[in-house]
């Protein structure tokens, strides 16, 4: 009997997928290019009937259903093409190749175009969720391709996530790298969504002085209202953890964050569109000065600043804490949907913008109660230009500024950095402001460099130039 479906790549989440597959009675070919993870996957799974162990990928493509469909699980960049470039003489037209790793958004449109000239069809999908979602459903972004979607969705919609008693976390995303563009940005907003917690945390522990199972309770009563998400859970549970000796294991863990990159392709494809990703870039600037340890020390030694102190009420605090943590995590959503938008405009993509936040709303790292808000706002104007001009969020908004601006204050005057925090409030305030400084630069534009600048009292059609040094000196 043939296989409906072959998985490349048998690490966790590879190997998590193929099991996933068995558990929605799919038959699968499994192969990964070294012997030894594959050993240890047949050791432990290979008894399975659905499961089909290969020992090359001539021997995989053989053993597959037509059209072919097979998944690479596989680390983005050069190994995808070599892989692809082994698979190439044994597929025929009509064969369809599913990239589930991190790849980059635009090597995925340039393999989508590659692939389509020879006759196959190329599939970018972005899937989150970790092991234990590819496991038991994870989100699944998939775009590229669309003649594939039609014998693909079967596969994908049963291993998704499911929400709203049966409704799948997975739903064709658009053209080429557009699924891969969506993944990224879910890792920026989950780049964004760490940093916001762990700014919070840091003001629990350094300003409120709690210990950890203090600051876990905070975290667990969040989870049960409008904070409720993925993230906020996972944190009430690592505070928790003891060490052996009894003391919280977090207060063990060494402060240099790791990124594996998709928060600063995030940060890039935003600068390449003149997207203002304020708040996730300035969490991918808080991985960096995390990982100069070395260098932080140094600098302790010879930089003062204010020692952390709080008078206030602490109760009160705690409350405007988590109402300053919601508004800063949508503030995180809009600026994610902006750069989905304008990628969306560059591309010629047409994404579904509510359908993005409910494939989000389960199996995955950003999922939260959140995105039922968002949802819903797209679903009432599905042109609507940012979150925060939806008259549902801006209850919020108006709600909650207040909390986050006292936030960022009373941490700014104690020394404790808000990078993330601070951002939101700052990307808050300059969009709603009606006229910036920036009047000012383009008339110091002008001065050094010619730019011209354009007048409030002529067509904004016109541009001016003025010789600044000659007027001065009149």
């Known amino acids: 009997m043939s296989s409906q479906i072959g998985l490349i790549g048998m690490g966790v989440m590879g190997g998590n997928l193929a099991l996933n597959m068995v558990s929605k009675n799919l038959t699968v070919s499994v192969y990964d290019i070294s012997a030894e993870k594959l050993d240890q996957f047949l050791a432990r799974h290979g008894t399975q009937q659905q499961i089909l162990v290969c020992r090359s990928t001539a021997e995989l493509i053989t053993s597959l259903e037509r059209p ?8 983005a960049g050069k190994a995808v093409d070599e892989v692809i470039d082994r698979l190439l003489p044994g597929l025929e037209a009509g064969d369809i190749l599913i ?17 389509e000239s020879k006759g196959l069809l190329f599939v970018g999908m972005g899937i989150s969720g970790g092991e234990e979602g590819a496991l038991h459903g994870p989100s699944l972004m998939p775009g590229g391709s669309f003649a594939a979607w039609a014998s693909i969705k079967p596969i994908c919609q049963a291993i998704a996530a499911k929400v709203d008693v049966n409704v799948p976390c997975c739903e064709w995303i658009g053209g080429e790298g557009s699924g891969h563009l969506v993944k990224m940005v ?18 629990m522990r350094k300003l409120l002085q709690l210990q950890s199972e203090e600051m876990a309770g905070i975290f667990m ?4 209202g409008d904070l409720k998400s993925y993230l906020i859970d996972i944190t009430a549970d690592i505070l928790t953890v ?45 991985r960096m000065l995390s990982a100069i340890k070395d260098e932080r020390m140094l600098a302790a030694e010879s930089l003062s600043g204010p020692q ?32 989905m938008r304008a990628a969306g405009q560059e591309f010629g993509w047409t994404l579904n913008y509510s359908g993005i936040a409910n494939l989000w709303r389960g199996g995955c790292i950003i999922r939260s109660e959140l995105l039922g808000k968002i949802r819903a706002a797209f679903d009432r104007n599905p042109l609507l230009q940012n979150i925060l001009l939806d008259p549902v969020i801006q209850q919020v908004v108006t709600r909650s500024q207040s909390a986050l601006r006292d ?23 300059t969009y709603r402001c009606t006229k910036l400084p920036a009047n000012l630069l383009q008339a110091q534009r002008d001065y050094f460099g010619a730019h011209q600048y354009q007048r409030i009292d002529k067509p904004v059609t016109q541009h001016w130039h003025t010789d600044w040094l000659a007027k001065s000196a009149e």
């Open 407 to 429: 936030v960022v204050s009373l941490a700014i005057q104690n020394g404790i950095p808000v990078p993330a925090l601070s951002a939101a409030i700052a990307y808050l305030d």
């Open 308 to 339: 952390p102190v709080f008078k206030g009420d602490k109760d009160h605090f705690i409350e405007q804490l988590g109402e300053a943590l919601l508004l800063a995590r949508i503030i995180s959503y809009a600026q994610g949907y902006q750069l």
């Open 221 to 224: 009563r969040w989870g049960r």
């Open 99 to 115: 990239d589930g790793g991190n790849s980059h958004f635009p090597d995925t449109t340039r393999r989508t175009r590659w692939l």
């Open 68 to 75: 072919r469909k097979i998944m690479l699980m596989i680390p």
């Open 242 to 286: 003891k060490d052996a000796d009894g003391l919280p294991l977090v207060d063990k863990i060494l402060d240099q964050a790791g990124q594996k990159g998709t928060g600063k392709w995030s940060a890039v494809a935003a600068l390449d569109m003149a997207v203002p990703l304020t708040l996730i870039t300035e969490s991918v600037f808080a």
């Open 186 to 203: 879910h890792n920026g907003i989950e780049y964004g969504d760490m940093q916001l917690i762990c700014e919070v945390y840091d003001l």
